[in-house]
């Protein structure tokens, strides 16, 4: 779940009732020693306004941004804090997209290496879908998906991925797709999370949340 990047410190927006992106961005920055650089990879089909707003002249904060450049939201403001901007046409489908995704992805990467991305994973780009307005397949989803996660695991960077919009039944059929594709790469699962974090800080607070899952169930 979360992803809720319509919405901004101080106003909600587009079902967006609370900026979960921001604040567990700013919580890394406040609480966790040695993050002190972030990239928000987002790739639902809307702009992500809300985060943008927040960290507009944060320049700690690298944010990647690839949306249907004709639907909401439409905020111009905001996107002075994207520094790298894809703008997708109606109806873009899988070979141009993730031909994009890999491009930009790479790109962002390279030109800093963040101490954790937060990548928003919205399944809204799906063909079909009546508010995105975008033609990618369910396999497509996947493929991208595999991709933003190998691009951070070469670089053993630990990634935060929320899944955003999508407003199709099919939808949590094709995230659980990706998330077992993610795991039988081996992209995925609890000994790769905890070495994958460079930081002793994160990987601490990966093994303690994980720990209080268990307590929970």
Same mark, same amino acid.
């Given at each position: 779940?979360?992803?809720?990047?319509?919405?901004?410190?101080?106003?909600?927006?587009?079902?967006?009732?609370?900026?979960?992106?921001?604040?567990?961005?700013?919580?890394?920055?406040?609480?966790?020693?040695?993050?002190?650089?972030?990239?928000?990879?987002?790739?639902?089909?809307?702009?992500?306004?809300?985060?943008?707003?927040?960290?507009?002249?944060?320049?700690?904060?690298?944010?990647?941004?690839?949306?249907?450049?004709?639907?909401?939201?439409?905020?111009?403001?905001?996107?002075?804090?994207?520094?790298?901007?894809?703008?997708?046409?109606?109806?873009?489908?899988?070979?141009?997209?993730?031909?994009?995704?890999?491009?930009?992805?790479?790109?962002?990467?390279?030109?800093?290496?963040?101490? !954790? %991305?937060?990548?928003?994973?919205?399944?809204?780009?799906?063909? #079909?879908?009546?508010?995105?307005? +975008? /033609? @990618? =397949?369910?396999?497509?989803?996947?493929?991208?998906?595999?991709?933003?996660?190998?691009?951070?695991?070469?670089?053993?960077?630990?990634?935060?991925?929320?899944?955003?919009?999508?407003?199709?039944?099919?939808?949590?059929? !094709? %995230?659980?797709?990706?998330?077992?594709?993610?795991?039988?790469? #081996?992209?995925?699962?609890?000994? +790769? /999370? @905890? =070495?994958?974090?460079?930081?002793?800080?994160?990987?601490?607070?990966?093994?303690?949340?994980?720990?209080?899952?268990?307590?929970?169930?």
């Amino acid at each position: 779940g979360g992803g809720f990047h319509h919405c901004s410190s101080d106003k909600g927006g587009g079902f967006c009732a609370y900026a979960d992106i921001t604040l567990a961005i700013k919580f890394l920055f406040e609480r966790v020693q040695g993050v002190s650089k972030a990239t928000i990879i987002d790739l639902d089909a809307h702009q992500g306004n809300g985060h943008e707003r927040d960290f507009m002249d944060d320049h700690r904060v690298y944010i990647l941004d690839a949306y249907n450049r004709y639907i909401y939201p439409g905020d111009g403001f905001a996107k002075r804090a994207i520094k790298r901007k894809v703008e997708l046409e109606w109806g873009t489908e899988d070979t141009e997209y993730l031909q994009k995704v890999h491009t930009h992805v790479e790109g962002a990467l390279n030109e800093l290496k963040p101490d !954790i %991305i937060v990548y928003n994973a919205g399944t809204d780009v799906l063909d #079909g879908d009546p508010l995105g307005g +975008l /033609a @990618i =397949s369910p396999q497509g989803v996947v493929k991208r998906d595999e991709v933003v996660f190998r691009a951070a695991r070469r670089r053993r960077i630990p990634i935060l991925m929320v899944t955003s919009g999508g407003y199709q039944k099919r939808t949590a059929r !094709i %995230i659980a797709d990706s998330i077992l594709n993610l795991h039988s790469l #081996g992209l995925i699962n609890k000994e +790769l /999370a @905890i =070495s994958g974090a460079e930081n002793p800080k994160v990987e601490q607070m990966i093994r303690d949340s994980a720990k209080d899952l268990c307590n929970l169930s």
